[in-house]
């Protein structure tokens, strides 16, 4: 699943997420009727219309017990959790995150990339992994490739304020609490800032390049993609 | 349209968010590490207090009815207060009995006063109410509210405290926390000395032996419960634990959970007025018991938030009310917690926005003692706050719905993100303000795998 996100914005993580399902041996297919998993009318309150979206998305995406990964903790979280609200009477499918997929599924512990990528990178937890089950999985991968040194944030674990429509809708809580993110994301000086949902990387890039800095934002498998 | 909490965050002095943050953040770090200390798994503690507090919320009636006896049976004298008025009334009813009007009353700290606004009442009846609780007291003399349910002045730094100390004429200006607690020891000592009632809130009730627990850190409770002639406690419904042997899971689970303690410096256990032959402790104690919506709660959708024991680590860890405390939230209530509790109480028409003040990252969730789904409940809030109308992003979702089931009406919008920057919307503004606009990076994907993978 590509998110709605990779899809408009980010075509590089979409493109990278199936060179590492491919690199590891699996099939990748896409469905071009794919949209988006619901999840914007759905944090808005709006859930007659989510309702009919994740209709859709599941009868594209979920026809049958195929593999759904998608590089977003935010979209799995929608599909697991957030459908089993929209639909209490129904068991809701099952849609992996990208890391996830990769420790759990796959069973791996350390990335099998064999290029270097020497960077100093400040890692952003993204928080609906919380909801999953998915934590420090892409990071465990990220600090097996050569090169990579994660450097430590004060209140990691804390969000970024983007939120969905929170970050638009609310913008003055959303605009503090990114700038607080950025202040202890750059507090050790990183060469690039790296997570695994692009919704964060949208907003916290758009704050720093608002404020003149000019840091590279990356999702991790754009990075476990170039190393193989 | 914002909520009340954005638009607070636009207005709050910078001193007084500087101050939340720096007190809030590592009040969460330290209660992972005590709570895994003290029980090994944190997560097993979690358990634990949400199976005992929902077994609570499923036998509540039977419980309370065992409480009651049990607490008549010990001489406690027992009264049930449906909504704020009556419990105001109540208390004021037996002040008047047991004081002369113009007595001073000495108060411990409690959020279930606060939630029915006892101090004014007291006040308009001719009562001297005087909050003993430090923080709370800060709070009485400065005419604020508290912005913390377990940190009331977390909002101020220890020079604003001496600012309104030398103000109230209690000591010299000093930027030593321990002569600040000495300044206001040594007037409440007196207040202590006069005061004939004293009142309080209540932590736990237990139903096993109608004993009233009280935990706190300055030993202004213990006096205020000892000293007087009369304690009056208020306890809202769903306080209960079964029975004692809960308390060593509790204590530490509360104390961990809201000061990283393993046990608070005080403990009470309150299980009867003084007895013939003792030498201390009140003629008599009464407990109010208050429902104030409680019951409303019990029999919807937000039955769990009932759960709650008042620890504030869901406050503490929340990145909204880092930025902004308690006072943008605008009831007792705030943070997480409250954003679930304000409008359970009072309606989803008078606080339904609360649940909007939230970028639903979950660590609220994770922190919980009791583990309350505060996440889905804000999520249940805004889809009721929706159907009912209090809350409109302004966001066309029957538009995107078209989009977002119709596959070729999808493509050709993606075929137009380049241009999204041309197209006027006001909630673009609220972007593009503080952000950057993001651009399609590089090769689009479905460009991509038409090409390679086809």
Not at chain 1, 21 to 50: E, I, M, S
Not at chain 2, 113 to 123: D, F, G, S
Not at chain 2, 348 to 368: I, N, T, W
Not at chain 2, 411 to 422: E, H, I, K, Y
Request: charge should be negative; charged fraction near 25%; hydrophobic fraction near 40%.
């Amino acid at each position: 699943m590509l998110t709605c996100l990779c899809d408009a914005f980010y075509g590089n993580v979409g493109i990278s997420t199936t060179k590492i399902l491919k690199h590891l041996g699996y099939h990748v297919h896409f469905d071009d009727r794919q949209t988006c998993c619901g999840q914007p009318p759905f944090n808005a309150g709006d859930w007659g219309h989510a309702r009919e979206v994740a209709r859709y998305c599941q009868s594209v995406m979920f026809p049958d017990d195929r593999l759904v990964v998608t590089p977003s903790a935010s979209c799995a979280a929608m599909v697991r959790e957030g459908y089993h609200l929209l639909f209490p009477d129904e068991k809701p499918p099952m849609c992996y995150e990208l890391s996830e997929f990769l420790t759990s599924v796959v069973g791996l512990s350390e990335w099998s990339g064999t290029k270097t990528y020497k960077r100093r990178i400040a890692f952003h937890r993204a928080c609906h992994g919380r909801a999953i089950g998915v934590s420090a999985q892409a990071e465990m991968l990220l600090a097996s490739v050569d090169g990579v040194e994660l450097l430590p944030i004060e209140n990691g674990d804390q969000c970024c304020g983007f939120g969905g429509a929170f970050c638009v809708v609310e913008p003055h809580l959303s605009e503090r609490i990114g700038h607080e993110k950025v202040r202890t994301l750059l507090a050790n000086e990183p060469d690039e800032i790296v997570s695994g949902d692009m919704g964060c990387l949208m907003h916290l890039g758009g704050l720093m390049r608002k404020d003149g800095t000019r840091i590279p934002v990356r999702h991790y498998a754009e990075i476990l993609a170039e190393v193989i | 349209m914002s909520t009340r909490v954005d638009k607070y965050a636009t207005t709050i002095p910078d001193v007084q968010s500087k101050n939340v943050l720096k007190a809030s953040a590592p009040k969460t770090t330290h209660r992972v590490e005590a709570l895994e200390k003290f029980f090994g798994s944190a997560s097993a503690a979690q358990d634990f207090g949400a199976a005992t507090k929902g077994y609570v919320l499923d036998h509540l009636g039977e419980l309370l009815q065992q409480f009651e006896q049990k607490c008549v049976e010990n001489g406690i004298q027992v009264h049930w207060a449906e909504d704020a008025k009556e419990a105001n009334e109540i208390i004021l009813g037996i002040c008047r009995e047991a004081a002369p009007a113009g007595s001073t009353i000495v108060k411990a700290k409690s959020m279930a006063t606060e939630e029915i606004h006892l101090n004014e009442h007291l006040e308009a009846a001719g009562f001297k109410p005087v909050e003993t609780d430090l923080g709370e007291f800060v709070v009485q003399i400065d005419g604020d509210v508290p912005t913390h349910i377990v940190t009331p002045i977390i909002h101020k730094n220890r020079f604003e405290v001496s600012d309104s100390f030398v103000r109230e004429k209690l000591g010299p200006k000093t930027d030593v926390p321990e002569e600040l607690a000495a300044q206001a020891r040594k007037y409440l000592r007196q207040k202590f000395h006069e005061a004939p009632i004293g009142i309080s809130g209540v932590n736990f009730g237990i139903a096993e032996t109608g004993r009233i627990v009280l935990i706190e850190n300055e030993g202004n409770s213990r006096l205020s419960t000892t000293m007087t002639d009369t304690h009056i406690a208020v306890m809202g419904l769903e306080k209960l634990l079964p029975t004692e042997a809960d308390l060593a899971t509790f204590l530490p689970l509360l104390a961990g959970s809201a000061t990283n303690q393993r046990i608070t410096t005080y403990c009470h256990f309150i299980s009867s007025p003084r007895k013939p032959g003792e030498n201390d402790g009140p003629a008599a104690v009464h407990l109010v018991i208050l429902d104030n919506g409680r019951s409303k709660i019990l029999n919807g959708p937000f039955k769990d938030i009932l759960r709650c024991i008042r620890c504030g680590a869901c406050l503490n860890t929340c990145p909204v009310y880092r930025q902004v405390g308690g006072h943008g939230y605008q009831h007792v209530y705030s943070g997480p917690l409250g954003a679930v509790l304000a409008p359970g109480l009072e309606g989803v028409e008078v606080y339904g926005d609360l649940a909007k003040a939230s970028s639903l990252c979950g660590a609220c969730e994770e922190v919980c003692p009791v583990r309350i789904p505060i996440p889905s409940m804000l999520l249940k809030l805004r889809d009721e706050g929706y159907r009912k109308k209090v809350i409109n992003d302004g966001i066309p979702w029957s538009l995107f719905e078209m989009g977002a089931t119709r596959p070729f009406l999808w493509r050709s919008g993606l075929t137009m993100v380049p241009m999204a920057g041309l197209v006027p919307h006001p909630l673009k503004n609220a972007w593009t303000g503080v952000r950057e606009l993001p651009k399609r990076e590089g090769e689009s994907f479905r460009a991509w795998w038409s090409k390679h993978e086809k």
